[in-house]
Every structure is written in C-alpha cells, then in structure tokens.
C-alpha cells in the first residue's frame, strides 16, 4: 500500500525527478533494469484492460510483454524481473484489507453487468463505460502466470523470491548500478537505489504507430533519494523512517499523525496540514529528536509513546508498547543494515529450516515455483484471487479445491519426509463468501496408493486413471482435456442438478482450441480469427469462466509441486489457454441453440477432426455427469466417422426427448451444510450450476 501520501508530496516538487532517454539505436547493452516483476505486471495488466470483464485477453498480454522486452533490447537496456514470492505475516493485515477491496469492486462490477452491456454496444464509447474507471478493475486470475511464464519464454532473468521482492530489486541494483523499475511509494525511502528509480507512470515507451524522430526513444523520470533528502534537510539514512512515520504497511498512519501532531503544536513548530505539507511536519519531527542515528529510534519512541498513552485512542497501552517494535521492524524491511537499528544487519525474520528445504528442493524442479506454492510452504495459506463471479453463488474456486487438496497433499509428503514425521496439513484458504472475506481450513488430500508415480497422482486428481486418452494428442491439449473433464465431474457430483450441459462443454472445447490454434500450428486459412465482437456478459457464464479459470489456475499448481515438466510450460501455451472474447462468445451461440457446425464455420476438415478427437476424449465415460440441453446427434462410440451437423440441434425436454417448447427454469436447489467440508482431495465440492442464465 506504500508510504501514506508520499507520492503527492513527491510530484509537488518536480526537482527531485531527473529526466533521461534512450535512443532505440543501441550497439550494446549499456543500461541495467532492475523491475519489480508484481508491479510491472499490474502496470502492464491495467493499461492494457480492454475487454477484462470477460476473464482475460492473456495472449495480448503476452504479445504486449514480448514487444515491451524487444524494446528495451533495442535501447541497450537488459532487465531483470524480481517477484514477490511468500509474504511475511506481518502483510496478513495489509492483504486481508487488499483482499476486501478486491471483493468490493467483484459485487460492484456484478451489480452494474447491465450498464457495461450497455456501454459494451457502443464501440465508440465503450471505453468510456464504467468498467474501464480504475476503482473498478480486477487484473484477470491468470496475468500473473502469463507474464511470468511468457517472461521465461524470453530468456529473459527471472526469479521468485523467497519473500518479498522490494528489498532485493533495491540490494541488486545497487550490486549492478542499475536503475530500480516499480510503481510503489516505499521505493522513495530507499537511502540508495542505484544509479535511480524509475515509476512506471514515469516511464514511456515508444508505440507501434509511426516512424517519428520523437517515438523512437524511452524516456523517463529518474528519481534519487539524495535529493529528496537535501529537500527535508534530513541525513539519507534517516529516509527509512521518514516514511515509517507518514505510515505504511507496518506502521498505521493514524497511529503516529496524532502524536507527532500533538508534539509539533506544543513546540510551536508550524503545522501544514495540506497534504503536501504534512511530509514537512514529520521531517521537522525528526530532525529535532534525531541528533545521532544510534539514540534515533529510541528518541522517537520515548516522545510519542507518552502522548499515546495519554491519548483516547483505543487500545492505547497496548500500541505504545508495541510501537518501537513496529518501527524497528519498519526500517529494517527498507534497510537491514540501517545505522538507526539496534542490531543493524541482523535479519529479523526467522525462517523454518524444513520449509526453506523444501523450497530449496522444488526450486530445482523443471518450472520453479508460484508464489502460490510458496505461501502454502511457508505460511500454510492459500490467497485465492478475487474475480467477477455471480456472487449470489458459491465462490469460483470452491469447485477446484480437490486439486489443490493434492497440491497441499503432495507438499505434505515432502515436509514429512525431511521432517520424517507424517502430520496432516492444514492450509487457511481467503476465500470470498458472498460479499466477504471468509477463511476455511482445507486439510491435504493425497493418492493412498503409495506405488503411484507423480505422473498418476496427477492424472487422478483430474479424473483420469492413466493417459491413455491423451496418448494420441500433443501435449499442448492435456491441460484443456484434464481440467475440462475434472469441471464436468466435480459439477456433477456437487448438488443434485448441478450437472454442466452438453452445449456448455461443447462451447468450452471450442472456444480453447480455437484460442490455441496457432500454438497448435493452425494458420489463419484453416482457423480464421473468430469474429467474436464484444458479447453481452451473463451470470451463468461469468461464474462458468471464474470456475474454469480457478481450475486451470489450480492444476498448474499441482503441476509444480508433481513437477510436470511438459504440463502448460510448453511456449504460448498458458496465455491461449483462455480467451475471454471466446469463451463468452461460443457459451452464447450455444446456449441460444447454434449448432456444431455454424460455431466451427469456416475452418479446415483438420481442425474440425481435431474437436471431435477432444470431445471424444473429454466427455470419455462422463457422459452421464453432463445435462443434455440439445440434441447434437453425436455418436461417441463412432466418433471417427462423426460428421458435424449445420442444422441447429433440437431442444430436448426434462426426460431427454426433443422438444420444441423451452423447458421450464430449475429452481435453485438449497445446499445442505456439510459437518466435513471438503476435507479429503475426493470429496464431493459444493458446487452448483442452475441452467438459469439470466
């Protein structure tokens, strides 16, 4: 959440930015960035939002990644992307308070799936809907995965870290002199960054749109903290806590305003209470109590903590005690080495050495780790993404527990066996429930079959005893082929009725392979680019994508930890696993009755054989977990001879015999409390899917 009121204070005074350029000419690789892989990712994800409501354009995103890195390349800039890897736990607060806000935007965005239709109509104005206002978006679930993997594609240096990213982008540029590329206020307090820091917002790359001498360089603001320091009349060292006590992550902000308020106004020292003023306030603050960086902290504290004592502030005595604390921890997260700390170098955090083990182990695997995996191994939490969904029903990833019940499962064998004792794992879960944040402990599941390679626990996770079915297919489809049918199993088995339909799967097939069809080698004559347009965004669908999403997210996962070198690591292959365009646009052409035929229009016979052979392999011995909306004359058992129908297929009634008349809307079944939620990797998820769309 970075440094309260910082970034206003720091664009009042346009002196402390230093502008820079690079020419798109380079011979060599003159320049070093050094990025904070999160943020670069929101930035990237944000300023390319068109369409997001419906889940992610992913390859955009990849493709606007290749172009960014291309660039820098041409500038003589190499780069090097740092990601946060498993939080400590004292951001718990600051992640619960994000996760809120996430939910917020998810019941707005849901709320308001009218007015964006709406807007969604208008191609000339569309941008202007309310979608697009920036209190609104949500960065689609799988971004993160995408730039990362697409990053690797690239050969481009990329690492987890094991915590958080902020401190080692600062410690290697200042190892390479190299310029620190992030979007967030704490990097203004940094005593060195580097040759600079340079904010997203502040750095500008050339478009794609014309040859002018003006767009044929980088340029950006370059901010240094000597600067920002001589402005305060304050030491470098003493930045870190500067911006401690305007408040931040560690520090609450109205905690300390009040008290150095107090202390300021009872010693006649001028308060400015603009927001540009009030850095000026506790810099003046720190300058009379700080003589000396060795009695600093002590000073500071030994002024406050009496007028917070005194104060109606509530728990007063219990965040006086605390605060010297907080602010050693503070400055010791910017700066571990600050002459200001009592143990200056000493590391703060201690770390399980049979999880730092683990880690150590996995990161050898083929693919490394997701910060994901690393919040599981080190904090036995699981931050689930928040989304649009209909958030009148169960939260998307409920359905895909069951594999990450295998995930922590697995993880689970690896700490027993350095630990060599075997103990159940039991991982929190921030999960949205209806309109709030829930936490549910979820309990690892694994394979009792102790013979089973990694490989067949996998496979089993997804439904699917062995590989047969996939022997046939190029490895770029066993991930749609094996979460699909784990989607049309774990909806089946959920609630009476909850079953996916038939033109629903059919529609999911289409939308995947058409979205990989480049990846699978396809040329635009045998699969033109689908004429999707924008469609209109429906309930049923939305939860549909959230759960399909959830699920995809989910295996990828498990993959790590079974260290499935081949599974969604494959170039291209994890930014078309969904296209957001698509898939809502084939769940409505099928939902309002097209047939086969008309959906696959336009592509070659190879292409067309191709989705019998998945639908084959999907629907193989599920047929009766999926709810017959339409009858597609579809013959699984000759599936080789299938040939694909342009008549529109006839409705079916209840009984599953066709039917001209519109079937009456099932009423939303209740959904009974279970005494054991889903504390086995088999059980039965509570999951449920209503065949009302409106």
């Not at 340079?198 to 044929?216: A, D, K, M, R």
């Not at 700080?290 to 104060?311: E, F, H, R, W, Y």
């Not at 292959?573 to 086969?596: D, K, T």
């Amino acid at each position: 959440m970075g440094i309260h009121g910082l970034s206003y204070f720091i664009k009042s005074f346009p002196s402390l930015v230093e502008k820079i350029e690079w020419k798109l000419d380079a011979s060599t690789m003159a320049d070093h960035f050094i990025i904070d892989g999160n943020a670069f990712v929101y930035h990237i994800a944000f300023e390319n939002r068109t369409n997001w409501t419906h889940g992610g354009q992913y390859a955009t995103i990849a493709e606007v990644v290749r172009e960014t890195v291309e660039t820098f390349k041409k500038a003589g800039i190499s780069v090097t992307f740092l990601f946060d890897g498993s939080l400590p736990e004292d951001k718990t607060d600051t992640r619960i308070k994000r996760h809120k806000s996430y939910i917020e935007r998810s019941v707005s965005t849901f709320w308001n799936l009218k007015q964006i239709n709406s807007s969604n109509k208008n191609v000339e104005q569309r941008h202007n809907g309310i979608q697009y206002y920036g209190d609104l978006y949500l960065i689609p679930p799988l971004t993160l995965e995408v730039v990362i993997q697409t990053l690797r594609e690239l050969k481009v240096e990329v690492e987890i870290c094991e915590g958080e990213a902020d401190g080692k982008v600062v410690a290697l540029a200042i190892e390479k002199n190299a310029y620190v590329i992030s979007q967030d206020s704490d990097m203004h307090i940094y005593p060195q960054v580097g040759k600079g820091y340079i904010s997203f917002e502040l750095l500008n790359l050339p478009t794609n749109t014309g040859g002018e001498e003006q767009q044929q360089v980088i340029t950006a603001g370059v901010f240094h903290p000597e600067r920002l320091a001589s402005l305060l009349n304050l030491s470098p060292n003493l930045l870190p806590l500067f911006g401690t006590l305007l408040g931040n992550d560690y520090l609450d902000s109205d905690l300390v305003r009040y008290p150095i308020g107090q202390w300021c106004s009872e010693r006649g020292v001028p308060m400015m209470n603009k927001q540009n003023g009030w850095p000026k306030v506790v810099a003046e603050f720190i300058k009379r109590n700080c003589t000396d960086d060795k009695n600093a902290i002590k000073n500071v504290v030994g002024q406050l903590k009496p007028i917070i004592s005194k104060s109606s502030m509530k728990l007063r005595e219990e965040k006086a005690a605390g605060l010297e604390h907080q602010i050693i921890e503070s400055i010791s997260r910017y700066d571990p080495c600050s002459p200001l700390l009592p143990e200056p170098g000493k590391n703060t955090i201690d770390q399980v050495t049979d999880t730092m083990d683990i880690l150590k182990q996995l990161q050898h695997h083929s693919m490394g780790l997701s910060r994901q995996v690393m919040d599981v191994i080190q904090n036995k939490t699981f931050w689930t993404s928040v989304f649009i969904e209909d958030i009148e029903r169960e939260f998307s990833w409920d359905v895909s527990r069951s594999l990450r019940q295998g995930l922590y499962g697995s993880i689970m064998a690896l700490l027993s066996r350095e630990t060599k004792e075997v103990t159940p794992i039991i991982v929190q879960e921030y999960v949205r429930e209806k309109h709030h944040l829930e936490v549910l402990s979820v309990t690892g599941g694994v394979i009792t079959d102790t013979d089973a390679t990694a490989s067949e626990k996998f496979y089993r996770f997804h439904i699917s005893h062995g590989n047969k079915h996939l022997a046939s297919f190029d490895p770029i489809l066993h991930p749609l082929i094996l979460c699909l049918r784990y989607m049309i199993h774990h909806c089946s088995q959920s609630i009476a009725d909850g079953r996916l339909c038939n033109h629903e799967v059919i529609a999911i097939i289409i939308a995947t392979i058409r979205s990989l069809a480049p990846t699978l080698g396809f040329t635009q004559e045998e699969v033109p680019i689908s004429a999707a347009g924008t469609p209109a965004l429906k309930k049923r669908t939305i939860h549909l994508s959230a759960q399909f999403q959830s699920i995809i997210y989910s295996s990828y996962l498990l993959s790590q930890v079974l260290d499935m070198a081949d599974y969604l690591h494959s170039p291209n292959v994890i930014a078309n696993m969904y296209h957001g365009l698509y898939f809502h646009h084939y769940m409505e052409a099928a939902r309002c009755g097209a047939s086969i035929g008309k959906m696959l229009s336009g592509v070659s016979p190879k292409f067309s054989g191709l989705f019998c052979s998945v639908y084959k392999s999907v629907m193989l011995d599920l047929n009766n977990d999926v709810q017959d909306i339409y009858d597609y004359d579809i013959v699984t058992t000759a599936l080789e001879e299938w040939t694909i129908s342009d008549s529109k297929p006839k409705r079916l009634n209840a009984t599953g015999k066709s039917s001209s008349n519109r079937p009456e809307k099932k009423k939303k079944s209740s959904k009974k409390p279970s005494e054991n939620r889903s504390t086995n990797a088999f059980n039965v998820l509570s999951f449920g899917c209503n065949f009302d769309d409106e």
